[in-house]
């Protein structure tokens, strides 16, 4: 089983800034099956980023997804108002799939 | 518009038995795999099971394995979960969560319901 470690548990920051959130796996993930998502108290998680890089539908250009192997990274690069939130990366390289532990982001 | 909306969920005893449903809407429901993924009390994120399009093929996470089954109605629009004897370590927030793909055993998932929470407790 893939383990994914996200870093910083949490980040305190204020809107505008730049912020880069990491997910590291255990092992190489194939073809850069990771996806990103966003979760906001009290709601479901939302899909941010699959493939790594790919945004899905509907999601704000601030966000892009990198890396490879076993690193990768999501950034905002304007932190808004909702950007506040828990972010959960996710790989679907290899079975079973599994979730790193979250990074939460909240205003400082 | 994409919806799906979970019911079922509640306080149950060790070793008793839950059905959950999904009805799924703004789709067409048989051509995706659905899953359920689930929440723990702590905020992980756990993967339960997935179900191909045709509802032909199943998978489970080994902790849920030989207790959980997943199936769908597609006359419904419905993916259900029946949960069976039930430990302390299966209370969460249980999530129905559509992924992109007609058959996966391991997918990422584009839209997700807003959860029902299972209690397991005595």
């Known amino acids: 089983e893939i383990v994914l470690t996200q870093s910083p548990g949490t980040l305190s920051l204020s809107p505008g800034e730049r912020v880069t959130l990491s997910c590291r796996a255990s092992q190489s993930i194939s073809s850069s099956h990771l996806a990103w998502y966003q979760q906001h108290p009290a709601q479901a998680p939302r899909l941010l980023i699959y493939g790594a890089s790919s945004r899905a539908t509907g999601i704000p250009d601030r966000f892009s997804g990198s890396g490879s192997g076993t690193d990768f990274t999501l950034t905002i690069s304007r932190l808004e108002p909702e950007d506040f939130a828990v972010y959960y990366c996710q790989q679907y390289g290899s079975s079973p799939l599994t979730f790193g532990g979250g990074t939460t982001v909240e205003i400082k | 518009e994409v919806q799906l909306l979970e019911s079922g969920g509640g306080l149950v005893q060790p070793g008793g038995s839950l059905r959950l449903s999904c009805v799924a809407s703004g789709f067409t429901f048989s051509t995706y795999a659905m899953s359920w993924v689930r929440q723990f009390p702590g905020r992980g994120l756990e993967w339960v099971s997935v179900i191909s399009g045709s509802g032909g093929s199943t998978y489970y996470a080994d902790s849920v394995k030989g207790r959980f089954t997943i199936s769908r109605d597609p006359s419904k629009n419905t993916l259900s979960l029946q949960m069976n004897s039930l430990r302390a370590e299966d209370t969460a927030v249980y999530y129905c969560?559509?992924?992109?793909?007609?058959?996966?055993?391991?997918?990422?998932?584009?839209?997700w319901g807003q959860g029902t929470l299972v209690t397991v407790s005595s």
């Open positions: 969560a559509k992924t992109p793909f007609t058959m996966t055993m391991q997918p990422y998932f584009d839209y």
